[in-house]
């Protein structure tokens, strides 16, 4: 529970703060090209993680 609060958090602040790695303006349109593809890579390490936790549930 703690675990899912916590990468919640960091998720929000990492959205909210991504212009400043990019290094372009706040209000720059170019800061919400990049979050959106954030879901595609989490969902296929969940999908990925039940597939393994299926196949080695004899270990």
Request: glycine residues 4%.
């Amino acid at each position: 529970m703690i675990a899912t609060v916590a990468s919640d958090a960091i998720f929000v602040v990492a959205v909210k703060k991504f212009d400043t790695p990019l290094g372009v303006d706040p209000h720059s349109a170019l800061r919400w090209l990049f979050p959106p593809r954030m879901p595609p890579p989490v969902a296929f390490g969940l999908v990925w993680a039940l597939v393994v936790r299926r196949s080695a549930s004899q270990i």
